[in-house]
C-alpha cells in the first residue's frame, strides 16, 4: 500500500525543536548523523529536553511516555534513584583518573557472577569498541581472519560493519562472509572452503535488523550454529549489545543452554550511563590479554559505578520479568486495538523489544503515520526500528501508552476510512 500520509501535521507544539534543527544544519554536517538521521521526520522530536522514570519531555515541553528508552540503555528508568546515588558516590571519589579506579575489578566480579559464560571482562565505552574487540580478540586466538555475519544485522558504526556504504573500503569489509539468520545451512555455504580461515561467527541473539519483522531465534539453529563453531575452531559471538540484560540476566542464550564464547554488551548495562563490555570464557582469556585495545576514557569510574548498581538493581528487582510482564501486556493492549479499528499489524520480537510494522506498508507510510498520531497523544515510539521496555514503566505510564497508542490506531482509521 502506498499512502504518502502527510506527516507534517503535527498538533503538538514543536517550535524549539524545529529551531534547535535549523541552528545544527549550520553547523553539525546534515544537521545530525548516525541513527539519530532515522528521527528526521519532522513528527518525531529530535531535542529532548529532560526525562525522569518512563517519561521525557522534549524542548518544547510535550511530555511522552517513553517506549524507545534512549534506543535501550535506559532499562531501570531515566534517573534510576540507586544508580544515580551510586554514580554520584563515585563521582565525589574521581571519575577520570590516572588508572581505573577498584570499581573496575567489583565491575568486572559482578560480570563473571551473573553472565552464564563469563570468565572475565573487560570495559569500554560502545558498542561498536565491543563488537570490534571480540573479533580482534577471536583473531589473535585463532589467527584466522574471517568473520562470518547476518545479511543485515546491525553490529555497529566501524568501517567493518556500517550498513551505509560511504567511506568504507573493500578492503575494511573483505574478511566478512555473509549468512542468514536462523540458517546453517546458509553458514556452511558462506564459510565453504574457507574452514581453515574462520576466526568467528557473530550473531545476534535474535534477529532484530531496523525495518523488517523481528524474528526470535531457533534453538535448533542456536546449538547447530555452536556445534559447527566447534567443529571449524571459529569462536562464537553472541552480540548482545542491544538485547543484553533484557531478554535474560544471565545473557540472551542462556535460557536456550546454549555456550557462547565471546559477548559484546553496552546499551543498557549502565542505566544510560557510558559503558560497553566484553565477556569471554577461558578459551579466549590469553587473547583477550594479548590484544591492545584501550581509549582516552575507558576506566571513567562513575560510568562503572553505575555499571554495577545497574547490574545489581536489575538482579533484586528480577526486572527482566517486570519487563517481559509490561511488554505482554503492551502486546495484548496493541494487538487488541490494531484489530478493533480493522489494521493488519506485525507486532514481532519479544514482549520486553517489540517492533511493530503494518501488513503491505513497505514504503512505511502507515508506520510513520502511525509514530507521528502516537507522539501527537504523549507516547514516544519510533517507525522503524524496535521499541524498548523498561522496568520503570508504572501501570499509569502502560495506561497512557495504551490509550495513546489506541488514539494513534483510531487517528489512522479516521484518515483512512475502511471499504
Ligand atoms: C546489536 C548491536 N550491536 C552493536 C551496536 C553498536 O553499539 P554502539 O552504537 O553503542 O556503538 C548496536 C547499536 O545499536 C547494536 O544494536
Known amino acids: 500500500m502506498t499512502t504518502h500520509i502527510d506527516v507534517t501535521t503535527d498538533r503538538r507544539q514543536r517550535s524549539a525543536d524545529t529551531e534547535l534543527r535549523r541552528r545544527a544544519k549550520a553547523v553539525v554536517p546534515n544537521g545530525m548523523y548516525g541513527h539519530q538521521n532515522m528521527n528526521a521526520l519532522p513528527a518525531i522530536p529530535q ?26 540503555p ?3 528508568g531515566h534517573g534510576d534513584p540507586v544508580v544515580e546515588e551510586a554514580a554520584e558516590r563515585q563521582r565525589g571519589r574521581g571519575d577520570c583518573l590516572n588508572g581505573p579506579a577498584p570499581v573496575m575489578v567489583e565491575l568486572a566480579e559482578a560480570m563473571v557472577a551473573t553472565v552464564a559464560d563469563a570468565d572475565w571482562a573487560m570495559f569500554a565505552k560502545n558498542g561498536t569498541d565491543a563488537t570490534t574487540m571480540c573479533c580482534t580478540i577471536a583473531r589473535a586466538a585463532t589467527g584466522r581472519t574471517k568473520i562470518l555475519v547476518a545479511e543485515g544485522a546491525y553490529h555497529g558504526a566501524a568501517p567493518w560493519c556500517t550498513p551505509f556504504p560511504a567511506g568504507v573500503t573493500a578492503a575494511d569489509r573483505a574478511n566478512l562472509l555473509q549468512f542468514q539468520f536462523n540458517d546453517i545451512a546458509s553458514i556452511r555455504a558462506a564459510v565453504g572452503e574457507h574452514t581453515d580461515d574462520v576466526a568467528a561467527i557473530i550473531v545476534s541473539p535474535f534477529r532484530h535488523d531496523a525495518g523488517f519483522d523481528q524474528e526470535l ?23 548482545d549489545v542491544r ?17 557462547v564464547d565471546l559477548t559484546p554488551w553496552s546499551k543498557s548495562i549502565a542505566n544510560g550511563y557510558t559503558l560497553a563490555a566484553v565477556t569471554g570464557t577461558d578459551r579466549y582469556r590469553d587473547a583477550a590479554g594479548g590484544i591492545f585495545v584501550t581509549g582516552s576514557f575507558w576506566m571513567g569510574a562513575v560510568d562503572m559505578a553505575a555499571g554495577l548498581a545497574t547490574i545489581t538493581e536489575l538482579a533484586s528487582r528480577d526486572a527482566v520479568s517486570r519487563m517481559r510482564d509490561l ?3 503492551l502486546r495484548t493492549g496493541i494487538v487488541e486495538s490494531a484489530s478493533r479499528w ?9 514482549a520486553q523489544m517489540p517492533n511493530l510494522l503494518f501488513a503491505n506498508d513497505s514504503d512505511y507510510d502507515l508506520s510513520v503515520a502511525f509514530s507521528a498520531e502516537a507522539q501527537a497523544r504523549g507516547v ?4 522503524k526500528h524496535n521499541w524498548f521496555v523498561s522496568a520503570a514503566m508504572t501501570d499509569a505510564d502502560l495506561d497512557m501508552a495504551l490509550t495513546g497508542l489506541d488514539g494513534a490506531f483510531g487517528a489512522l482509521r479516521a484518515r483512512y476510512p475502511q471499504p
Open 327 to 329: 511488554g505482554q501486556q
Open 74 to 76: 535506559v532499562i531501570l
Open 342 to 350: 480493522g489494521f493488519d499489524v506485525h507486532y514481532t520480537g519479544p
Open 380 to 383: 514516544y515510539v519510533h517507525p
Open 217 to 239: 531465534v531457533d534453538p535448533t539453529f542456536a546449538r547447530d550454529v555452536r556445534a559447527y563453531c566447534d567443529e571449524i575452531g571459529a569462536a562464537l559471538i553472541l552480540d
Open 47 to 72: 531535542y529532548i529536553a529532560r526525562s525522569r522514570g518512563a517519561r521525557l519531555w522534549d524542548v518544547d515541553g510535550n511530555e511522552y511516555v517513553d517506549l524507545m528508552c534512549s534506543w535501550g
Open 243 to 259: 538485547a543484553g540484560f533484557r531478554i535474560h540476566h544471565g545473557g540472551s542464550w542462556e535460557p536456550l543452554g546454549v555456550q
